[in-house]
């Protein structure tokens, strides 16, 4: 399939995500990442790991992490990076959060996400990079995921392998996919390029999908 052909399928899909997050009451959200997060904190290699990538959420139409941020930020053994996008180079970056004070001082910027300011302090060493299910963003049961276009988690991923020279998996590096239900879709219904990174988890409130639970051919793709 043609990249071109590739686009269009993937234009066409977001929008129908879009329109189905759009219809989800706020309170469904909510009771859906109640029960996604605990299944997060319940994960072994989450208890084990010491350096998490975590999003910070818009206030509607994805998976809500507050709680699992406060978690990390109140565990002393453990150390929170979140996302920025830096807009002069339209490239992302992490910035650590150290306490809640910090997460609570963190300014409102675009759809209502909390806007870190400062840059990346060179944390090469994530342990688990949690990867959102945002507004239009979609994954399927074959663990591939449809991001909003601009690429920033492929090209972070890309990157950080690339500096860290590590080959892929991550040395045992967990990358999640946090997904509402409805963002959940059957396997290869995501279509994806060469460039395209696959999760090696996503966990939805009914879900936990790793690449054991794959067939072969799937697993191998």
Known sequence: MS???VRANKRALRKVIRTTLGELPAEDIQSQSRAIIAKVMALPAFQSSRTFSCYLSMPTAEVQTA????????????????PIIVSESDHMD???LHDEQDYRNL?????????PTTQWNNEKHLDV???????????????????HGKGYYDKFLSSYITAAKRPRPLLGKLIVGLALQQQLLDA?????????????MVI?????????DLPKDLANA
């Open 3 to 5: 990249t071109t052909v």
């Open 67 to 82: 709680s699992l941020i406060t978690d990390i930020l109140t565990d002393n053994r453990k150390k929170l990076f979140v």
């Open 94 to 96: 992490f910035v650590r």
């Open 107 to 115: 300014p409102i910027g675009l759809w209502g996400i909390p806007q």
């Open 129 to 147: 990079i949690l990867l959102p299910g945002r507004w239009r963003v979609a994954f399927d049961r074959s663990l591939s995921r449809l991001g």
């Open 188 to 200: 290869r219904s995501v279509p994806i390029t060469e460039t395209d990174w696959k999760v090696d």
């Open 204 to 212: 939805t409130p009914d879900d936990i999908i790793t690449k054991d």
